[in-house]
């Protein structure tokens, strides 16, 4: 108990709640010994006053302090009790949404009823290999705690997992099954780990049923074994099933259901596999029907039926097998469905019942002896046997009881072949189980099964009982500290009244025995045997059927009913002989006559009686249920004693499966059963809290003084510690830790929050101070100078006081001048102005009389001529008109006359006289009359033309002049009217006038419009050139991301190659091992062969890879199982990259195709929007030229109107103006159509940008077409030349990856070839008896390796054809050239070889080897050797920089330079890459001989010795770093002299010179640069290992900033049995590691890419490991940490400005990590910091923000922890991002390594080779 000082003000306590179980509540008062009450004040602000027990005077249990809340072990808690232990679960499973949590060797896990991301493969790796405490509490860790105990200590295991139905036991066994198979991987060909996972689903399918409390309850134990070798890898798995729930297969309660495999069988009814079973909908079944309920809310039946078939098949369990399975099923269906009637005592069943009959078909029994006996039973007697009918009631038991006995049988018979399948033949060498078992429970109404699951638990509990008391001995031995007893509960009395002799059990079985035991006689014999005999048996006050058990957890009544019917378990036996007479295989093994002995596996799956024959004996036919479950727990409780166990307890937190929602009382009832308090009642007995003397010293630093800090640490603390705490008791010092008991830390807490409270007082105190002094002194200084300036302001307002007064007289002075004379010149101008206008008045009058009498006699004038002559007019026409009167009378009179005349006859009497006479001379002067006439016609004619030319002058002039007079009277008519309407005019004009103003603002307003289109149109143009720019980056970035992705690939598939190679020499060489052995040993026997043995010895100890090769086929055949895993890995690897190739090829198409219609649309779209707006812009500005010509044309028709007065309706001019008017106003309408659909084009413009923007982002590069002109895109033409860049860059790219994909399939190919070539090699190489057999085997390999040969030969020799074909067709091609011979080099073609023709390379190739002895004999044996790999034509150059060696010094070269070279003395002494410049100087000579296979051995060669040095020294950095810069550089010098365009032209001319001669090594470029590749992963993997360990401890866990507060100490107490931890590593250790690596690398001349890209790989190790350490381990999300982060991110900031290498994205690499330490510092309370979190936080994912902040811990007090309601927050503004939902940062990733090729100025022929090196047989030439 707490010390009573403690109580004090202020204090916070637990008080008990019959709600809540437990509220806060805090002291209001101290409290002294002898007080009777505590003065409380509640959460919710009520004051309470406590009242004490008088007796004892306990005080309530005190709260934690709030820095010790959260903690991972509850152990740590300074406060170990029942509150302490809740709330604290409350705080992680509520707040933080942490559901797992250590209680000492406990893991407790809350179910959370919702799926986590916690689970993944990330997340496995992340614990594996760590130590039970590093991370936060998890179900892989206690599953690597046992894997590492197993792996180490050779123990078998066991993961025990217990909790009532709905807490999650069945998921929990599965995440840890899954961590064994994913960290042990496995030995077998066959996949154990799918078969072990694969039993899931069918045992929760057979087992598994919907509850009230769960929709997946377990309804069955099991222990599952899962076995492993002695390498620790899963061979396979048993098996053991306890208690199956039987009763559930014929009722379920409501709102349940049955076994979940009856629901999948109705709803998989419709398949025409099922059709047979005759089986319908769920609702149509009794057995399924009962609970009302037949479907789970998420779950489809459909599917998981076909999930379960799936794992049949993967486990072994053939289709026929399957549907017999099926078929037994659905008969239970039919029969739980089979109605019985009643008649009295007696019943039958109905003929016409279906399914009977259905089942009886199923079945393949008879219906009428089945319907028979399932309503009659048989009695025997001593002298015979009858048949008894039986009542409906019992007919229905007898039925159901059938049902049950058929499922259970079945079950067992599941749970065999299971165990079948998982058996492995390898032998197993040890086990971990996992038990996955029913926790205790208590319902209202408890019978047999909760009876006997109460029992299993008691075991349990006392299991786990003396393993704590255990492993707390071990942690008191191991620090040396006094072990003293510690009481704790055992619960062995309660265990005894179950099971011993005359304990309930045996009277159970007693009463079963007797004839006519009945529930009722075996509760009074359990009155009479154990009432008042035994504390933990008591009688219920109100029943005579029930008994009381005072378990562990809680005191459970039981009712006796059913007991013993349940532990009888019996059935009809004819019933049973019914169904072993059937022809059914599946069930006629069901029921085998000679059942093998029960093992554990068959007692424990059905937990019932097997029903034999009447030959068995009378005791096992009569062996009870409580008796079979008896023995089963016997077997389990010796499996679990003889392993090391692990307690998983799982809690469910609320009745109503609401995601994180706690009820404390179901949680505090769930703690009590499964243990976990008890854990904390032993621990708080003893001493709970342990501190190491470090972590004391780092927290508690702040409680001692100066002189008390000594250089031990251990010392010092315990000084501290005694000077802190007086009683001795509470405390004690180990070894490694300090050990305190109950509320001592709490203790400690205190003191340090008052140390660093007074602190914090005093240097508020300080502050205050200065802050006071420091605000009096300015405000003193401001007083001084306000004061000053108040004075300095009163004088100056003084002097400006005078200065203003003498100013006022000067301005009235002046103001009364400028008034007088202002009034005097006003008069003057008033009087001057009188006299004009009196004067102009006068002068107008005169003026206005002189124009009225001008204008007066004007107009008497022309009245008076006008009245003349009209007066002179009117006499005239009077005179001629009376003349004309007067000539018609005479004329009218002389008519009349000589008509008279006429009439009479003397008148022509007097005309006749005469009449001859006068005939004559009127002949005579007719005559003459005619020539007169003639005469006078003509003058007639004459004088009418001249009259008739003045007649019509004169008509025109009378026209004129009436016209005048017309007009003169009209106008004279329409004087006034033309006034009026001229009135008219001037108004139509002036609203004319108005019209034409607005007009030209609509104009202009158009104009406007028009310029803002334009520029609209400029903007979008722009745009969509930025975007076109925008989406080639983006597509430029995609290539590159596709191309790295396809290195990727590429490097994997490498790598995958070259370890399936290492695999294939490491076999191969230990079966040449074997093969020397047994050579040695048939050696000794036959001494003849001893000098085929030392010759064959010295072969081997100088052959190559090759020669091994050859002498591997004549020792043994070759690994089968590996010539199988290459075949198959090589089929996969050809089908992998067929689908690549295949991919690739679509993916082009298809962006080929979209691109293609992209670009069409987009270029349509463009120049239709490009031709329809500059359309509207002409039609825009000339109807602007028409509307200005218009309105001329208007205000001219205006003017006329003006003068001549002709504006009157009707008139041309107004017509105009109404018409022009008229078309105005329709142009305004129709400008106004315009712009509205352009507005309409622009919107629509836009909406097809923004779809340009989606379509393109998934289009290629070649969503540009050229056939689109971009320069009219812009004026300027940079959009065409970024365009072409683009371009240029995308080719390039598209290169890379053909050739990546180009290198991926030849490297398929070689490895196709190798493998054939092995297979060969194995047809060739099997072992014979004789040696005879042995030579002729060798000849054959000999032959078969010759003929390969030559069929790579001539594969070279046609490629070398093909390209002298082609070369061929080039030079005929091309115009003649001189023909004289002056040519440099000729070829002449023989059988396919090239020979050199030309005399003086001879001769100079014979000089330069006539002092080699095999060089001449080489030279001269060269012509009879064909060189398939010669492609390029020799030449005649003065050829230097070579070296020449003999034939038999290869290997002696090879291992000067490779095997034996130490690094470690070679880049100290020898030039940088050195051996790589020797190597390619041999190799330039052997080129220029023109010797294709030197040229091959010696790469070859040189490339096996490579890999064999990293493979035997692939640990060591030094060596990986020195070879990959040698590689590296051999790789360069192949390609800078290999004549190629591409690099010589970064050479020098001599360079250029003495490139390569003869041949094309393309192909060993390719393998050089795999070889480049696999070093530098190589080289990864070594800084990988290195850096590994102290990422975590060096970043994280040393405190590298001084005065940082020191973090809170989980205090956890790990596990005796965990490794021990690793040594200490710090930052500066990181940084030293990293300056070697970097050192090394530079010191090796490694290129600078390469080790800018090392230095990345690096970084991202080291960000990676950090944040997932910091995603799982809740101690170090706090304040301090983030800051200490911050600072060593910073320190390697640093670094990598110190070494140059912070470009090409290293730096970027720490961003998660920085903006990690960021969001552990940034202020976590209001929505803007949420909003700044989500803006901040970019290279976090939503997952990994919310984790840290869920967390997020506070060290100290004065922190605040992060509010569920900021929680939301951040968690609704992350809702949309689309990211991966992985946790964890991936730290095995690999970036892609590209080379790039980085030339050498090195001249080779002035290279020095340093005699150090004892290369004397080489000759420089």
Not at 143 to 157: S, V
């Amino acid at each position: 108990m707490a010390s009573p000082t403690l109580y004090s003000k202020y204090a916070r306590v637990w008080i008990s709640d019959p709600v809540e179980v437990w509220v806060s509540a805090e002291l209001t008062k101290d409290y002294s010994p002898g007080d009777t009450a505590l003065q409380l004040l509640i959460e919710d602000g009520t004051e309470l006053e406590y009242k004490l027990e008088p007796k004892g005077n306990v005080l309530p249990p005190l709260r934690n302090p709030d820095i010790l809340v959260g903690e991972n072990d509850l152990t740590a808690l300074s406060y170990l009790h029942e509150p302490a232990v809740l709330h604290n679960l409350r705080v992680r499973f509520i707040d933080s949404k942490l559901i797992y949590t250590y209680c000492g060797i406990i893991l407790v896990a809350i179910n959370p009823y919702e799926p986590l991301p916690i689970y993944g493969a990330d997340i496995i790796n992340a614990y594996s290999g760590q130590n039970m405490g590093d991370m936060d509490p998890h179900i892989f860790s206690v599953a690597e705690e046992a894997y590492k105990q197993m792996a180490r200590d050779e123990r078998n295991q066991s993961i025990i997992v217990s909790g009532e139905s709905g807490a999650g036991k069945t998921v929990s066994a599965k995440y840890a099954m899954r961590y064994f198979v994913t960290v042990s991987g496995t030995s077998t060909e066959a996949s154990v780990e799918e078969r072990v996972l694969a039993s899931s689903p069918i045992m929760e399918a057979i087992g598994n049923a919907k509850t009230t409390r769960n929709d997946n309850s377990s309804r069955f134990g099991k222990y599952i074994e899962i076995g492993f070798d002695r390498k620790h890898r899963i061979i396979g798995a048993h098996m053991r099933t306890y208690l199956l729930e039987k009763s559930r297969v014929v009722f379920q309660a409501v709102e349940e259901r049955n076994y979940h495999i009856f629901y999948q069988l109705c709803a998989s009814a419709h398949l025409p596999e099922f059709s047979t079973l005759q089986l319908g909908s769920a609702g149509d079944f009794h057995c399924t029907n009962q609970g009302q309920s037949p479907i789970i809310d998420g779950v489809d039946d459909a599917q998981e039926m076909q999930a379960t078939r799936r794992a049949f098949s993967l486990l072994g369990i053939c289709e026929r097998q399957q549907m017999d399975v099926f078929q037994v099923l659905a008969a239970i269906l039919h029969l739980g469905s089979v109605e019985m009637t009643g008649r009295g005592s007696a019943s039958y069943v109905s003929a016409e019942n279906h399914n009977l009959s259905t089942f009886c078909e199923l079945m393949m029994v008879s219906r009428e002896p089945m319907a028979h006996w399932l309503c009659h039973k048989k009695l025997k007697t001593a002298t015979e046997t009858f048949s008894k009918p039986l009542a409906k009631a019992e007919a229905m038991d007898g039925r159901d009881a059938l049902a049950k006995l058929i499922y259970a049988r079945l079950f067992t018979w599941i749970v065999g072949q299971i165990n079948r399948a998982l058996r492995s033949s390898s032998q197993q060498h040890c086990f971990i189980g996992v038990l996955d078992i029913y926790g205790f429970e208590t319902f209202e109404l408890n019978s047999f099964e909760q009876f006997c699951i109460n029992y299993a638990n008691e075991k349990l509990q006392q299991q786990f009982n003396m393993h704590v008391f255990k492993l707390e001995q071990e942690e008191y031995l191991k620090e040396q500290i006094p072990w003293t007893l510690i009481d704790f509960y055992d619960n062995q009395p309660c265990i005894n009244l179950i099971e011993s002799k005359m304990g309930l059990l045996d009277l159970l079985d007693e009463e079963c025995m007797m004839p006519k035991g009945s529930d009722d006689s075996w509760a009074q014999k359990l009155y009479n045997t154990h009432l008042k005999k035994s504390i933990h048996f008591d009688k219920p006050r109100m029943s005579n059927k029930a008994f009381i058990i005072h378990h562990f957890a809680d005191r459970v009544e039981y009712q006796c009913d059913g007991f013993l019917e349940k532990n009888k378990d019996t059935v009809n036996e004819e019933q049973i002989n019914m169904l072993k007479s059937s022809q059914f295989a599946l069930l006629l093994e069901l029921f085998q006559e000679e059942e093998k002995t029960p093992g554990p596996s068959t007692i424990a799956a059905s937990g019932r009686t097997k029903m034999t024959r009447a030959g068995h004996s009378v005791r096992e036919h009569k062996k009870s249920v409580g008796l079979q479950f008896r023995n089963s727990l016997h077997l389990l409780m010796e499996t679990l004693n003889a392993t090391t166990p692990h307690y998983v307890r799982c809690i469910k937190p609320n009745d109503f499966k609401s995601p994180f929602m706690m009820e404390n009382t179901r949680a505090a009832q769930q703690l009590r059963a499964c243990g976990v308090l008890e854990t904390i009642r032993i621990s708080a007995t003893g001493f709970p809290s342990r501190w190491t003397y470090q972590e004391f010293f780092n927290r508690y630093r702040v409680l001692m003084k100066q002189k008390d800090v000594l250089s031990d640490r251990k010392l010092t603390c315990q000084n501290v510690v005694l000077q802190l705490i007086q009683d001795t008791d509470k405390y004690k010092f180990g070894k490694t830790k300090i050990f305190f008991r109950a509320g001592q830390v709490a203790y400690l807490e205190k003191l340090r929050a008052d140390k660093l409270r007074a602190a914090c007082v005093q240097i508020q105190k300080t502050i205050r101070c200065w802050l006071a002094r420091k605000k009096y002194l300015r405000v003193q200084r401001a007083v001084v100078t306000i004061q000053r300036y108040a004075r300095g302001q009163q004088a100056r307002a003084l002097c400006e006081a005078l200065r203003r007064t003498r100013a006022a007289v000067v301005l009235q002075k002046h103001r009364r001048m400028c008034a007088a004379r202002r009034l005097f010149l006003r008069q003057r101008d008033a009087a001057f102005l009188l006299q004009r206008l009196f004067r102009g008045h006068a002068a107008r009058l005169q003026y206005a009389q002189l124009r009225r009498e001008q204008k007066a006699v004007v107009v008497q004038r022309w009245v008076r001529g006008w009245l003349a002559r009209l007066h002179y007019k009117r006499s005239l026409r009077a005179v001629v008109y009376l003349q004309g009167c007067v000539r018609r009378t005479l004329a009218c009179r002389e008519l009349k006359r000589l008509r008279v005349e006429a009439r009479s006859v003397e008148h022509y009497k007097k005309l006749s006289v005469g009449m001859e006479n006068k005939i004559i001379q009127l002949q005579r002067r007719v005559d003459e009359q005619h020539k007169e006439n003639r005469e006078l016609s003509e003058h007639l004619s004459v004088v009418e033309s001249s009259g008739a030319a003045q007649l019509e002058t004169l008509q025109r002039h009378l026209e004129a002049l009436q016209g005048v007079q017309e007009d003169a009277r009209r106008l004279a008519d329409r004087v006034s009217v033309l006034e009026d309407e001229l009135g008219v005019a001037q108004q139509e004009l002036d609203r004319s006038k108005k019209v034409v103003a607005e007009l030209n603002e609509k104009n202009t307003m158009l104009k406007s419009e028009k310029d803002e289109l334009n520029r609209l149109i400029q903007e979008q143009d722009q745009q969509i050139t930025d975007k076109l720019e925008k989406t080639h980056q983006e597509y430029a970035e995609r290539l590159e991301v596709e191309l790295n992705e396809e290195r990727t690939r590429y490097q994997n598939l490498l790598t995958e190659h070259l370890r399936l190679e290492d695999q294939h020499a490491d076999l191969m060489s230990e079966r040449w091992a074997a093969t020397l052995a047994s050579r040695a040993d048939s050696l000794k026997t036959e001494p003849a062969h001893n000098s085929t043995e030392s010759e064959y010895s010295r072969e081997i100890k100088g052959s190559e890879v090759n020669e091994l090769a050859g002498e591997e086929e004549e020792k043994g055949g070759v690994d089968v199982v590996l010539l199988l895993k290459l075949q198959r890995r090589l089929a996969e690897l050809e089908e992998e990259r067929l689908l690549l190739q295949k991919e690739s090829d679509y993916r082009e198409e298809q962006v080929q195709q979209e691109c293609a219609k992209d670009l069409e649309d987009c270029r349509r779209t463009i120049g239709a929007e490009r031709d329809y707006e500059a359309q509207k812009r002409q039609e825009l500005e000339a109807e602007n030229k028409r509307l200005k010509k218009d309105l001329s044309e208007l205000r001219l028709a205006v003017s006329r109107g003006r003068g001549l007065r002709l504006t009157s309706p009707g008139a041309s001019a107004y017509n105009v103006l109404l018409e022009q008017l008229n078309s105005t106003s329709e142009e305004l309408d129709v400008r106004k159509e315009e712009v509205l659909l352009l507005r309409t084009q622009l919107v629509n413009l836009e909406a097809l940008k923004n779809k340009d923007a989606v379509s393109e982002g998934d289009s290629g590069h070649t969503s540009r077409s050229p056939t689109l002109d971009l320069r009219e895109l812009n004026e300027d033409g940079e959009l065409w030349m970024a365009y072409e860049g683009l371009k240029e860059t995308n080719k390039l790219l598209e290169s890379q990856l053909q050739s990546e994909r180009q290198v991926h399939t030849e490297e398929l190919e070689a490895l196709r070839v190798e493998l054939n070539a092995l297979r060969q090699e194995t047809l060739a190489a099997q072992p014979q008896d004789t040696h005879g057999n042995l030579a002729l085997q060798h000849e054959i390999g000999r032959i078969t390796r010759h003929n390969l040969e030559l069929m790579e030969q001539m594969d070279k020799q046609d490629k070398t054809i093909r390209k002298l074909k082609k070369q061929l067709k080039i030079h005929l091609k091309k115009p003649p050239e001189a023909s004289d011979g002056s040519a440099e080099c000729r070829v002449v073609a023989v059988g396919g070889s090239l020979k050199p023709n030309s005399a003086e390379a001879q001769e100079d190739a014979g000089q330069e080897d006539a002092g080699q002895e095999d060089a001449g004999q080489e030279d001269a044996g060269q012509e009879d050797v064909a060189l398939p790999a010669a492609g390029i034509v020799r030449k005649v150059r003065n050829c230097r920089g070579m070296l020449a060696y003999r034939k038999q010094d290869e290997s002696r070269l090879l291992r000067t330079l490779i095997t034996d070279l130490k690094p470690s003395g070679a880049a100290v002494s020898l030039l940088p890459d050195l051996p790589a410049y020797i190597l390619f100087m041999c190799l330039r000579h052997a080129d220029y001989t023109g010797d294709d296979r030197r040229v091959s051995t010696l790469l070859n060669s040189s490339i096996n010795c490579i890999k064999n040095v990293l493979k035997k020294r692939g640990d060591d950095f030094e060596t990986v770093s020195f070879w990959l810069a040698n590689t590296c550089r051999f790789l360069h010098c192949l390609k800078q002299y290999s004549g190629e365009e591409a690099y010589t032209k970064h050479n020098t001319p001599h360079q250029n010179e003495q490139c390569l001669l003869n041949f094309d090594l393309t192909e060993y470029r390719w393998v050089l640069s795999d070889l480049v590749i696999h070093i530098y992963q190589q080289l990864i993997k070594c800084m990988e290992h290195v850096l590994q360990p102290m990422i975590a401890v060096g970043m994280l866990e040393q405190d590298t900033i001084p005065g940082i507060l020191g973090l809170k100490p989980t205090g956890l107490r790990k596990r005796t049995s965990s490794f021990p931890e690793e040594g200490s590593y710090t930052l500066g250790s990181i940084i030293s590691q990293l300056d070697s690596f970097h050192s090394t690398l530079v010191q090796h001349a490694n290129d600078p890419d390469l080790i800018r890209q090392a230095v990345k790989q690096q970084f991202h190790i080291i960000c990676a490991v950090t944040l997932n350490n910091l995603l799982l381990r809740k101690d170090m999300c706090s304040w301090s940490k983030g800051l200490q982060i911050r600072y060593n991110v910073c320190q390697l900031e640093e670094w990598l400005m110190d070494k140059g290498v912070q470009g090409g994205g290293v730096k970027e690499t720490l961003e998660p990590l920085i903006q990690a330490a960021q969001l552990l510092q940034v202020k976590k309370k209001s929505v803007e910091d949420a909003e700044a979190i989500a803006t901040m936080c970019t290279a976090l994912t939503a997952a990994q923000i919310v984790k840290i902040l869920n967390l997020y811990t506070p060290v100290n007090e004065f922190e605040e922890r992060v509010s569920v309601s900021f929680m939301k927050s951040v968690q609704s503004l992350l809702k949309d991002r689309e990211e991966s939902p992985q946790l964890l940062m991936d730290s095995k990733t690999v970036f892609p390594v590209s080379l790039s090729f980085i030339p050498s100025s090195l001249a080779l022929e002035n290279l020095q080779i340093p005699p150090s090196l004892n290369l004397r047989f080489l000759s420089c030439l």
